[in-house]
């Protein structure tokens, strides 16, 4: 069966520092990856979108970046980080179906 | 722009009755639905999809799809307190991409 990761579960980190999560998927191959952030009660935002190795869409302009160095891991990285940027950050994965399934999730405060 | 549209809540229920979740769409050409649950602080959970006008039920849970009123809902019958959570709708916006509502918060009291 699938099974996803991410990491770390939760962050706190000071404005201008630099951010780097991680998210892996187990136990399928040629995913779409997905990130998403999900401010304190609202929905969620989809930030960046990954159909293969290298290809990263992305949905939002912001100051956050993404790269797939890997067919099952998904990275999302900022130079510097602002306050507008905390949140409940979300990894997720899908096949050719739309149905998506979310990691656990990363819960990042900027101070 | 593809929206997807719920009432945030919180809907209110006691224990053992049904609950009713709705959610509209924009885009008339979305094939997809699917309805999430996100207990809080947590990430959402898949528990159902539909693709079909009319209905589809697994247990206590029944998705419902009218294409022409671009409206799907979700029935929860027996409510449990266990079930008190933020249900999320969203559709098939292309590319891969679902197109998520706000959520409803359900919350199932004793």
């Known amino acids: 069966s699938q099974t996803i990761h991410q990491w770390p579960a939760t962050l706190v980190q000071p404005v201008g520092s630099p951010l780097s999560l991680e998210c892996t998927v187990e136990g399928t191959s040629n995913p779409n990856l997905y990130w998403y952030r999900q401010a304190a009660g609202r929905g969620l935002q989809l930030l960046f979108y990954?159909?293969?190795?290298?290809?990263i869409s992305s949905e939002v302009p912001q100051n956050l970046s993404a790269s797939r160095p890997q067919d099952r891991q998904f990275i999302l990285s900022s130079k510097k980080l602002l306050l507008s940027d905390s949140g409940f950050y979300l990894c997720?994965?899908?096949?050719?179906?739309?149905?998506?399934?979310f990691g656990p999730g990363t819960r990042l405060t900027v101070t | 722009q593809k929206e997807v549209e719920q009432n945030s809540g919180p809907l209110s229920v006691p224990e053992g009755a049904i609950a009713s979740l709705n959610c509209t769409y924009s885009d008339r050409g979305s094939q997809s639905f699917f309805w999430y649950r996100q207990y809080s602080g947590k990430s959402p959970e898949l528990i159902m999809f539909i693709y079909s006008n009319g209905d589809k039920e697994d247990g206590r849970f029944t998705a419902q799809l009218n294409k022409a009123s671009q409206y799907v809902s979700l029935l929860i019958r027996d409510s449990q307190p266990s079930d008190s959570a933020t249900y999320l709708c969203?559709?098939?916006?292309?590319?891969?991409?679902?197109?998520f509502g706000a959520g409803t918060r359900l919350a199932v009291h004793p």
């Open positions: 997720a994965w899908s096949l050719s179906s739309y149905e998506q399934y």
């Open positions: 990954s159909v293969g190795i290298g290809q």
């Open positions: 969203a559709t098939s916006g292309g590319y891969n991409k679902l197109i």
